[in-house]
């Protein structure tokens, strides 16, 4: 990568998660000046960040707090925002919906009236969701499929990217959405499917555990691997004039496939028998498949996704294991 982007400055809310964490990467070996908003736990959770802590200058803020978010763009003067900061996870969403719109819906409208305020010349990346496309209306989805969102996750997603290009029409701000499909990595949180096969497959392997709980295994995704759709949020930004870009592989697999997958990777053939159906882990409502066509985004940011499923399956159980060996010392 080269360095022409030295000194530009970006503030990433949500550095501590999945996609932050190897967004703020990127943007440092680009040349950026990286700050991330953190939000103050009990326990600070900065393990996917450990080794760039001396890189990036961390912001107090939470996008429940107007007041937080202003100040973090008067420190931070940002070229870039990139707004990866949400309650990310559809199953939790049920259980508190209310949460879940004030953060991953409202919080994105307090950060776009702090940009207004102080950085009306900035950048503004909003990571929006295949989620939105919900019980979908045709496939494979695109930029000009309409929205009917299945969870309140996807509610507060589809409001906030009307929002984004509510604040881009009103106001002439650089704002974009992108419509990311599902993407994973070692770094992924362990309550979303992938992660928790290829955390349990690993254990299993190693005797860790026997059984592996899991929900509905029909349904399918489009998942791909998350360095390369960081990457596709910064080209979105660099783009000429702002607009809304899908992300996705193209391929669409069903959660059994990916459990098959994992299992034969680590030599088990029959996954049945280490495989149990748990309600707890159903939803309402369920997205039964989705599948995207980024076809916009190879045409105009010439972007494509690599890494498919079986390579995607293979390097998270690979990471797991080595995690639970104690042969890595944190997740690739
Ligand atoms: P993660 O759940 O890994 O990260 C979410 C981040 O948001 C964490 O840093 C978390 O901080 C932070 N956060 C949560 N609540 C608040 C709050 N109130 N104020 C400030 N920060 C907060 O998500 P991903 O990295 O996987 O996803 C990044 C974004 O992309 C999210 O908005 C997600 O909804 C969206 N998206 C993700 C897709 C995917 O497949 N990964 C697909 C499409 C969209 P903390 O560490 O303190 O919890
Ligand atoms: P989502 O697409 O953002 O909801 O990502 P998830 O990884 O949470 O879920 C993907 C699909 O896997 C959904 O259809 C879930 O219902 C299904 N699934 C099946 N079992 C489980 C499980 O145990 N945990 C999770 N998170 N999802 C499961």
Not at 219 to 240: C, F, K, N, S
């Amino acid at each position: 990568m080269g360095t022409s982007f030295e000194g530009r400055r970006a503030l990433v809310t949500g550095i501590t998660g999945q996609d932050g964490s190897y967004l703020a990467e990127q943007l440092l070996e680009r040349g950026y000046r990286v700050y991330g908003l953190v939000r103050r736990l009990s326990t600070p959770n900065t393990q996917n960040i450990a080794h760039l802590l001396d890189r990036v200058v961390l912001l107090d803020g939470d996008l429940h707090d107007a007041a937080s978010l202003d100040t973090a763009l008067r420190a931070s003067e940002p070229e870039e925002i990139y707004n990866l900061a949400a309650q990310s996870f559809v199953g939790v969403s049920f259980n508190q919906p209310v949460v879940t719109g004030e953060v991953t819906g409202l919080g994105v409208v307090r950060l776009l009236e702090a940009m207004r305020a102080r950085a009306d010349k900035a950048r503004f990346y909003q990571a929006a969701s295949s989620e939105m496309f919900g019980k979908v209306k045709r496939s494979p989805q695109d930029e000009t499929t309409e929205f009917h969102p299945r969870s309140p996750y996807g509610v507060a997603k589809t409001y906030a990217y009307w929002a984004c290009v509510n604040y881009r029409e009103s106001y002439g701000l650089f704002v974009s959405n992108g419509i990311l499909f599902n993407h994973e990595s070692p770094r992924r949180g362990r309550e979303f499917v992938t992660r928790k096969i290829s955390d349990g497959v690993a254990r299993i392997k190693l005797g860790l555990a026997s059984k592996l709980k899991l929900g509905t295994l029909t349904t399918h995704r489009d998942w791909g691997y998350a360095p390369e759709y960081v990457d596709l949020m910064w080209r979105i930004l660099q783009a000429p004039v702002p607009s809304d870009f899908v992300g996705a592989t193209g391929e669409m697999h069903s959660v059994e496939e990916f459990v098959e997958l994992a299992f034969r990777h680590v030599g088990i053939e029959d996954w049945r028998p280490y495989v149990e159906e748990d309600p707890r882990f159903k939803r309402p409502a369920e997205v039964d498949l989705l599948c995207g066509d980024a076809k916009k985004a190879k045409l105009e940011l010439g972007w494509e996704a690599k890494v498919k499923v079986p390579e995607l399956v293979k390097l998270m159980v690979d990471n797991d294991l080595a995690l639970l060996r104690g042969s890595a010392p944190r997740a690739a």
